[in-house]
Structure formats: structure tokens, C-alpha cells
């Protein structure tokens, strides 16, 4: 999300409206909702964002004058699982990405959490290299063919979803 995004330069207002509290920042906040084109569904941290705003607007013109109380939420708006994997750059994603032992992977999809990966069964280790960005090492101890993917929480919880790619223990001549 770059800073010209409507969404997250709104979402940035509200916070310093939220906290600071000034008329000026709450005017900054409600002067950028109208520009903030409505998400699709199938954007669900986009439209939480969205909905957000609307309703600490609303209630704000609604209710002038009252502070409110800022304090963290439960849950997450979005679910959290295992969708797919990639290559780090997302330069595919799917069954259809080879992968050879040592090839770094990317697990796609919304984690606070994963401690390994589970690769046909066989537990490889993980990486976070940031917020929602975990990535893993294809060993060389996979049979050639597809290889489903499975993701651990730190807790041994299996993570909703899975993944699969397709595990080439020799690079093709032509690269992939």
C-alpha cells in the first residue's frame, strides 16, 4: 500500500485523529473519506479498514465532544490460513511453480504465527522475515511430483488451509 492509496492516507488520519484528538486532525480524517473508493469483498483487510473508518467517523459527528476509549481488539478481521506459496518475489504461485532442493519458498496467506512447514509430512523450518512473510528452504529429500504444503503454529497447531507445489529434484536446462 503506497502513500498515494486513499484508504491507508484516511486510515493514517484517523489514527491521528484518534489520538490526538484535535479538531484539525478529526477535519483531516473526515476531509479524506469521500475520496476512499468502497473495497470489493473479496478485499477483506481493505474493507475492515474501510468499515473502521465509516463507523469511528460516524460515531465521532454523532457523538462530539466524547473521548474515546482506545483499547485493542480480540480476534483478527480477517481470516487466518494457508492459501498458496510462491516463489519470495510472488513470481508464481500455485501447483504449477517448480521448485528444486534449496529453492526458497513464500507461504501466501494471513499468520501471526508459524513455527515450521510441514512438506509432505516431512517438518522443514521456517523463516519470518516480516510482518505476514514466512519463507522456507525446499530440502533435497522430497520425492519429484507435487508436494503438498501444511503450516505449524508455535503451539503445533495446524494452520487452516494448504498449499501444494510441484518438487523437481533436478533443475530443467531451461531454468524455471
Known amino acids: 500500500m503506497a502513500g498515494d492509496d486513499p484508504l491507508v492516507n484516511a486510515a493514517r488520519a484517523l ?24 473495497p470489493t469483498a473479496s478485499d477483506c483487510l481493505g474493507t475492515a479498514t474501510y468499515e473502521v473508518l465509516v463507523n469511528v467517523i460516524n460515531y465521532r459527528q454523532t457523538h462530539a465532544g466524547t473521548v474515546a476509549e482506545i483499547r485493542p481488539g480480540e480476534g483478527t478481521a480477517c481470516p487466518l490460513g494457508l492459501t498458496g506459496v510462491s516463489l519470495p518475489l510472488g ?29 509432505n509430512g516431512q517438518t522443514v523450518p521456517v523463516a519470518k522475515n516480516a ?34 507445489f510441484t518438487f523437481l529434484s533436478v533443475v530443467p536446462s531451461s531454468g524455471f
Do not use: K, Y
Open 15 to 38: 489514527c491521528v485523529a484518534v489520538t490526538s484528538d484535535t479538531p484539525e486532525a478529526w477535519a483531516d480524517a473526515e476531509g479524506l473519506l469521500p475520496a476512499i473508493p468502497v
Open 131 to 164: 510482518e505476514n512473510n514466512f519463507t522456507f528452504l525446499v530440502p533435497d529429500s522430497l520425492q519429484d511430483g507435487e508436494v503438498t504444503v501444511h503450516a505449524l503454529d508455535s503451539a503445533g497447531a495446524e494452520l487452516s488451509g494448504n498449499a501444494s
Open 91 to 119: 513470481e508464481g504461485s500455485g501447483e504449477n511453480v517448480p521448485a528444486s532442493p534449496g529453492t526458497q519458498m513464500r507461504l501466501v496467506g494471513r499468520f501471526l504465527d508459524v513455527a515450521q512447514v510441514l512438506l
